[in-house]
């Protein structure tokens, strides 16, 4: 009888016999964490071979969408039931507005306090496109040029209409761009919208220039 052959197999035997114990062992160990993870599936960690506690794992938080945008979101771009129809009945307003005597000051005045008064009867904040509507329809554009003494028709580079005519709308107008500031700083307006009108109506700008001036060669 060969001794060494016997002791071999019975080697074989008990390896394959812990084995099977060890994955008997494991598999029951699986079901119990199965059943006290209430029927959920179970995940078993490559490093360890034990079941992952979910309690334990982190996770990563991530920046919701649209981060500290102003545009995304209720940032005052959401709109309230009746919005539509008041910004539309004072639009209406403006454009109902009888054409005065753009060459009498105390007209263009008192339209102006109208103009105002509209938008204060409204409760909201006045616009440039708006203020020239009141002035007989003009643009938006003349009306800047009105402000900046930019040519117009008639007198060259300056406005044709009247001296006195032109200081009362330029100070109408320096008037709104104050009121373009006590927003912005006061955060009443969206700064996004703020910048924009800023740049566009008031000529504000953020950036840098820069002069070069060339070096004079002497002989």
């Known amino acids: 009888m ?3 052959k016997q002791l071999k197999d019975e080697e074989t035997v008990s390896g394959a016999d812990s084995l099977k114990g060890k994955e008997t062992v494991s598999e029951e160990t699986v079901g119990a964490a199965g059943e006290s993870a209430g029927g959920e599936e179970v995940r078993i960690s490559p490093r360890t071979g034990k079941p992952i506690d979910k309690s334990k794992s982190h996770k990563r938080k991530g920046k919701p969408r649209g981060g500290n945008s102003p545009v995304i979101g209720d940032n005052g771009l959401m709109l ?6 008041k910004f539309l009945s004072l639009n209406m ?9 753009m060459e009498n000051v105390e007209e263009v005045q008192q339209r102006l306090n109208d103009y105002f008064g509209i938008y204060a009867k409204y409760d ?30 008639g007198a060259g580079y300056k406005t044709a209409l009247p001296q006195a005519v032109a200081l009362c709308i330029k100070k109408a107008y320096f008037l709104m761009e ?3 500031e006590n927003y912005m700083q006061n955060g ?19 950036k840098t220039e820069y002069v070069l001036t060339p070096n004079a060669q002497q002989d």
């Open 124 to 153: 909201t904040k006045p616009t440039v496109a708006g203020m020239a509507l009141a002035l007989n329809g003009m643009n938006r554009r003349t009306l800047i040029a009105i402000v900046n003494d930019y040519a117009t028709g």
């Open 2 to 4: 060969n001794i060494d």
């Open 80 to 85: 309230e039931p009746g919005d539509n129809t």
């Open 93 to 101: 307003e403006l454009y109902n507005l009888p054409e005065i005597d």
């Open 188 to 206: 009443k307006v969206n700064p996004v919208a703020g910048i924009f009108l800023g740049k566009n109506n008031y000529g504000y700008q953020d």
């Open 178 to 180: 104050n009121l373009w």
